[in-house]
């Protein structure tokens, strides 16, 4: 059964719970611009992003010096972009893409790819098409390279994207078996990229090559299909296959509903996959309408780069320097999350796993750097609690409204009502 839609207006508090989830956080105006309204046009309104980007962005990673200074510009341009940029949901999908079809930058060390990378995870946030969205992944030079396909010869073949393609990408451990793998790592001979090779090019742009010579045409059995199959043929295949639609649509829900998401609606969310072939759009709007939407709170402890972004949007996104951004990027590589860099392959595993006496301690650092230090933003219309807790009155709100702005601002952001979405 596909999930309930919501059928009551926006109250406040659900305005707010919205943007949280979708944009991070919002001001009080923002907030209330969204309250009265359908939920299903908030749903779809939210999703209708193009590619604009944010318009002075202070970095530019093509300018980097070496190969590390690149990636840290471009580490700081993706924060700018998350916390100044006009589509904050796309940005939030991108990063939850990032988090599947994972690269990452100490492997692919070419700045060119990985900025294209992330340009394909933007296009396809909201794809309509998740085979489409996988065979570019696939064919991407981040991809190729990361996971080792460029070496993926006839006779020679490398079996490392056919694994995660089926354990990691699409059905999940338990609907293939070793023989799929081998058949697909055979299938997906022959694809490779030219050009960015080696620490001295890494500002060069490399290109997806398909290599015939090199592609094994035999037959092959993969996933119950038999044939002459190719690359194109197993994407298809996999991103097909039933057990795709609940593996997928479980991330999805972890991102927007939960850290353990209830299983019933993820299987709710798998039959609109199925019924649309794949169709993440209309999984998303169906997602983010739903009455499980809106009963999910305080279920997703923030991200590192969530809790960072978060504060700046909530606080009306005040100007930041670009070394102070530069030193947030590292910071929340210091909470456990480098942007494109996940810790494996699997990716973060999120939740609970984002807190240790260590990284709490880095937060209170952020959240009194935000508010309180000598570089701190000016706070002259301070957020309300609505903005900063998702409650207009949240437990302890009598002590809060008695402090002056700076001071319950920083409160506010170290509080769990903030560090829970």
Do not use: C
């Not at 692919?108 to 309509?128: C, I, K, S």
């Not at 997906?188 to 060069?204: A, E, P, S, V």
């Not at 829900?253 to 609606?265: G, I, K, M, S, V």
């Not at 437990?395 to 979405?421: D, H």
């Amino acid at each position: 059964m596909p999930l309930t839609p919501l059928s009551r207006p926006l109250t406040a508090e659900d305005a707010a719970h919205f943007l949280r989830r979708t944009a991070f956080g919002a001001t009080d105006a923002q907030i209330r611009a969204l309250v009265g309204q359908n939920a299903q046009d908030v749903a779809r309104a939210a999703l209708a992003f193009d590619q604009s980007r944010a318009s002075s962005t202070p970095f530019d990673p093509m300018q980097g010096a070496t190969p590390g200074a690149a990636l840290q510009l471009g580490r700081g341009a993706w924060l700018y972009e998350l916390a100044y940029g006009p589509h904050p949901l796309r940005e939030k999908l991108a990063l939850t893409w990032s988090n599947h079809f994972v690269v990452a930058t100490d492997k692919v060390r070419n700045t060119p790819a990985m900025l294209d990378y992330l340009n394909l995870l933007r296009r396809h946030a909201a794809t309509t098409s998740f085979e489409r969205f996988t065979l570019d992944v696939a064919q991407s030079p981040a991809m190729l390279r990361y996971l080792d396909n460029d070496q993926n010869r006839k006779g020679k073949p490398n079996e490392n994207f056919s694994r995660e393609l089926l354990e990691l990408f699409t059905t999940g451990i338990g609907a293939y078996t070793e023989t799929d793998v081998r058949e697909g790592a055979r299938a997906l001979t022959g694809w490779t990229f030219q050009g960015g090779r080696g620490n001295q090019q890494y500002l060069q742009q490399p290109r997806f090559v398909n290599q015939p010579q090199q592609h094994d045409a035999g037959r092959k059995t993969y996933l119950g299909q038999t044939g002459n199959l190719t690359g194109e043929d197993i994407v298809r295949i996999a991103t097909s296959h039933p057990a795709t639609a609940t593996f997928v649509s479980r991330k999805l829900h972890r991102a927007f509903l939960a850290d353990t998401p209830d299983e019933t609606a993820v299987k709710g969310s798998a039959a609109t996959w199925t019924r649309t072939k794949g169709d993440v759009m209309a999984v998303l709007t169906e997602l983010l309408a739903s009455e499980a939407f809106y009963a999910s709170r305080a279920r997703i402890i923030r991200s590192p780069i969530e809790f960072i972004v978060g504060g700046i949007r909530t606080l009306g996104q005040p100007p930041i320097e670009a070394r102070t951004l530069l030193n947030l990027a590292a910071t929340a590589g210091r909470m456990g999350q480098v942007l494109l860099e996940p810790d494996t392959v699997k990716g973060w595993d999120g939740g609970r796993e984002w807190i240790n006496d260590t990284t709490l301690l880095l937060r209170l650092q952020v959240a009194a750097a935000l508010t309180m230090g000598s570089k701190a933003p000016n706070l002259d219309t301070p957020p309300s609690l609505l903005a900063l807790t998702g409650q207009e009155r949240p437990a302890g709100a009598v002590l809060l409204s008695s402090l002056k702005g700076r001071q319950r601002t920083y409160l506010s952001l170290i509080s769990p009502e903030f560090q829970l979405s």
